[in-house]
């Protein structure tokens, strides 16, 4: 197993995810937002949609809601959700495939599992990472970018003990295809037994590891991290240091988030992520007027 590196970063504190329910009451597993961890700049919340083993007509979604001031990141594993939006926008989401959502302004939209899955059933499994926007975006017109899984940049170790899907970023030699407003890293790894990665992470980002499945070891100190926890990192190095041990019975597989903070006041209201409590009254009094607008059937 190789030795992390000098400029290895050192890890700052282990986060275990919490249970709760979401939409039409969903189960998903939260490390942040909750009471003793409110939000890493810029990311904003994380969760993780199942794995869930669905019989039919079992799905749940997110009917209607919206969102103002930030961005949702899509990432669908197993299952197939379908969306659609006041600007009369609708899409398809397959294993694999990513939307990145650009709120902006203000938009009304629906996250909900794709009707013939509802109706057969099967394994769902998802991620969303909800990303703040700088101040000088929050009121942009709203902007998608879909990734389906076959456009999204694929990476691997010559001995491919080490697989990487590049969602934001840089890795392995992948570049990814999505723009960000922010300097953004988001990296999907897959490390065999034994395996072990350094990625580089600029020393201004904050970084973290959620881990999807298995128990890796991170950081110089090679802390622990196991199924479901958020590994963070400290400031104090430029790359980041992930193995799985030898002994390991099953693949780690994580995924690895990095961005530059942005350091501006962050006023929170459900769906709304602003500057200030005004624009959060803002918020709400267009939304309740109608002015982000309705999704039409």
Same mark, same amino acid.
């Not at 939209?109 to 969303?128: D, N, V």
């Not at 007027?289 to 059937?297: F, L, P």
């Given at each position: ?56 007509? %079992?799905?749940? *979604?997110?009917?209607? /809601?919206? /969102? ?22 609708? *899409? ?16 009304? /939209? ?8 509802? %109706? ?11 990303? +703040?926007?700088? %101040? ?14 076959? &456009?999204?940049?694929?990476? %691997?170790?010559?001995? &491919?003990?080490?697989?990487? &899907? ?5 890795? #392995? ?14 990296? /999907? ?17 904050? $970084? ?8 890796? #070891? ?13 590994? #963070? ?29 942005? +350091? ?18 803002? $918020? ?5 007027? *109608? ?7």
């Amino acid at each position: 197993m190789t030795v992390p590196t000098q400029t290895s970063r050192t890890v700052a504190g282990v986060i275990n995810s919490v249970e709760t329910l979401e939409g039409a009451g969903f189960l998903v597993h939260r490390p942040f937002p909750k009471s003793s961890f409110s939000e890493f700049d810029p990311f904003l919340l994380l969760d993780e949609l199942g794995p869930i083993n669905l019989k039919p007509s %079992q799905a749940k *979604g997110a009917p209607d /809601h919206p /969102h103002r001031g930030f961005e949702t990141v899509s990432y669908v594993l197993d299952g197939r959700l379908e969306h659609k939006d006041s600007a009369g926008h609708a *899409g398809l989401l397959n294993p694999g495939d990513v939307q990145w959502m650009t709120a902006g302004a203000g938009v009304v /939209h629906s996250e909900m599992p794709e009707s013939m899955f509802t %109706q057969t059933g099967g394994r769902l499994h998802g991620i969303q990472l909800w990303v +703040n926007l700088p %101040q000088r975006d929050k009121m942009m017109p709203p902007r998608y970018q879909e990734i389906p899984a076959a &456009r999204i940049p694929v990476a %691997q170790t010559e001995d &491919r003990s080490v697989t990487v &899907r590049a969602i934001a970023g840089e890795a #392995l030699g992948a570049k990814a295809v999505i723009q960000t407003r922010t300097p953004i890293i988001y990296l /999907h790894f897959t490390l065999q037994p034994g395996a072990t990665t350094i990625q580089p992470v600029p020393k201004e980002y904050n $970084a973290f590891v959620y881990v999807l499945e298995g128990s890796g #070891l991170f950081g110089t100190e090679l802390a622990p991290g196991d199924d479901g926890q958020m590994v #963070l990192f400290a400031q104090d190095g430029k790359d980041v240091a992930i193995s799985n041990p030898t002994d390991a019975q099953r693949p780690l597989d994580l995924l690895l988030i990095a961005g530059v903070p942005l +350091n501006e006041p962050v006023v929170r209201y459900g769906p709304f992520v602003m500057n200030t409590e005004a624009e959060i009254i803002q $918020a709400i009094d267009d939304y309740q007027a *109608g002015r982000m607008g309705r999704i039409y059937a």
